[in-house]
């Protein structure tokens, strides 16, 4: 059975979510926070090893989930409308945005509309390759490859259009609140794409105190100006609301900036706690975790980095090349069997005739000429048999990483194959099992000659031998 993994790393909590199905409604299957406050990338790597260890887990899909204050996120407004145009100008726009070079950094955009002016609004997402490796090296150390990555802004806006009780407009605008440990996630959705996003560092455990929502909802107004300074008379037509102390957090948001506010839920998630006997910290938010698992909207941003698509071309390559290899054989089986039964046919019809000589011999006493048409029979039968046994004994030699594309047999039984294989290794464990054969004889490699085909490097070959039987 498939078992997907949801991980984020957290500057408190690390959130592992599996499930096994994904799509419009996720099969989640358990959900374990674990605080890593002051624990080095080794420890965490630990971590998420008993995790899997302990609950048996042997996820064969990974996710990340990139945090939202671990991301700069900035809007632009370029003069023009033509993609490639735009690229040029992100790119050149992206160093007066943050302190790093292009080289230390990864970074993806949205072509959000067009204002008044006719400029293109673009928004802007850049983390480090710091971060991202770091990442990926906790993970990738626990033997279980990342698989894709996405930014959790993003996935939760995928979250609310999937799960939103009420109809989304592409007229309105709504504003997006996923309140975590260290920082609450500000998102403002506008004509069906996500337009804003701001990250506001605020350690939510404040929120208990009636100082502490003040101070969030003066922090959410500042936001909305910035947002309003470039969208006029854009005023949020609804709240979502998610993450931590929601309860608390919903009736400030209704009396102090006078949105309607909804309460984002996670389909399932309740569900799974209650199977597994978990809970989930009271100031932490696996919204962003949960939202990997929505995957049939097409993601706005990409931070997939090289090696990850590396990765993904070469499994696609070696499972092509395998059901390759499997087609070969099965091909090769069949022949085998209709010659096996040809073979079987053919002694049969041996039989017959050895029966037949008897009542010859003892009726007319021709017991030479018999014996010449059994012998001359025979013969024949044995130069048959030699092709069905050398491909026999190929069956039993021939690895899966070897393809044979070419078998020719002479009149003098020399036996040529020709055909292509990963690697070189895999060309002498094949010639090291034909000379273990007893019937194979001056077993030689006449030719190997190394080629690529779509990046992936395989060598062809050519061995010579005699067959015996």
Not at 61 to 80: C, E, G, I, K, Y
Not at 90 to 116: A, T, W
């Amino acid at each position: 059975m498939k078992l997907f993994a949801g991980i984020e790393i957290g500057e408190q909590y690390l959130k592992i979510i599996t499930a096994d199905q994904m799509g419009a409604q996720p099969k989640f299957t358990d959900c374990i926070v674990k605080r890593i406050a002051g624990l080095d990338d080794a420890a965490i790597t630990d971590t998420i090893i008993d995790v899997f260890k302990k609950n048996k887990y042997k996820p064969t899909s990974v996710a990340l989930s990139l945090p939202r204050n671990f991301v700069t996120v900035r809007n632009l407004s370029l003069p023009s409308k033509d993609k490639k145009e735009l690229i040029k100008m992100v790119e050149l726009h992206i160093n007066r945005i943050v302190p790093y070079k292009k080289e230390e950094m990864f970074y993806s955009y949205q072509i959000c509309g067009q204002d008044e002016r006719g400029y293109s609004r673009i928004l802007v997402a850049i983390v480090t390759k710091e971060i991202m490796r770091k990442q990926m090296r906790i993970i990738e150390k626990t033997g279980f490859p990342v698989d894709s990555i996405m930014f959790s802004s993003e996935g939760l806006y995928h979250l609310i259009l999937k799960t939103s009780k009420m109809k989304i407009s592409k007229e309105e605008v709504y504003l997006i609140l996923d309140v975590d440990t260290f920082f609450t996630d500000l998102i403002i959705l506008k004509g069906g794409r996500l337009v804003f996003s701001r990250s506001i560092s605020f350690k939510n455990i404040q929120l208990e105190e009636k100082t502490g929502r003040n101070r969030l909802m003066g922090d959410i107004r500042q936001a909305l100006i910035i947002f309003n300074s470039e969208e006029q008379s854009a005023k949020p037509s609804q709240v979502f609301l998610s993450g931590a102390f929601a309860e608390i957090l919903a009736p400030s948001i209704e009396q102090e900036l006078e949105f309607p506010v909804q309460s984002v839920k996670i389909p399932g998630m309740d569900k799974c706690l209650r199977a597994k006997k978990r809970t989930i910290p009271k100031d932490a938010s696996v919204s962003g975790v949960a939202a990997l698992f929505f995957d049939n909207i097409q993601r706005q941003f990409s931070f997939t980095l090289p090696e990850i698509q590396i990765r993904k071309d070469l499994r696609r390559r070696m499972k092509e090349l395998m059901t390759i290899g499997l087609g070969s054989i099965y091909i090769l089986g069949v022949i085998f069997f209709i010659f096996l039964g040809r073979q079987q046919q053919n002694r049969a019809y041996l039989a017959r005739l050895n029966e037949q000589a008897s009542v010859i011999e003892k009726q007319l006493g021709e017991v030479v000429h018999q014996r010449k048409k059994i012998k001359t029979t025979k013969e024949l039968l044995a130069e048959r048999q030699i092709p069905l046994f050398v491909l026999f004994q190929l069956q039993k030699a021939v690895s899966e990483s070897v393809v044979i594309t070419n078998l020719s047999i002479d009149a003098d039984n020399n036996v040529v194959l020709k055909g292509t294989a990963q690697q070189l290794s895999d060309i002498f464990g094949l010639t090291t099992k034909l000379e273990e054969s007893k019937q194979f004889k001056e077993v030689e490699t006449r030719n190997t000659r190394k080629r690529k085909i779509k990046g992936l490097e395989l060598v062809n070959f050519e061995v010579k031998f005699l067959a015996e039987l």
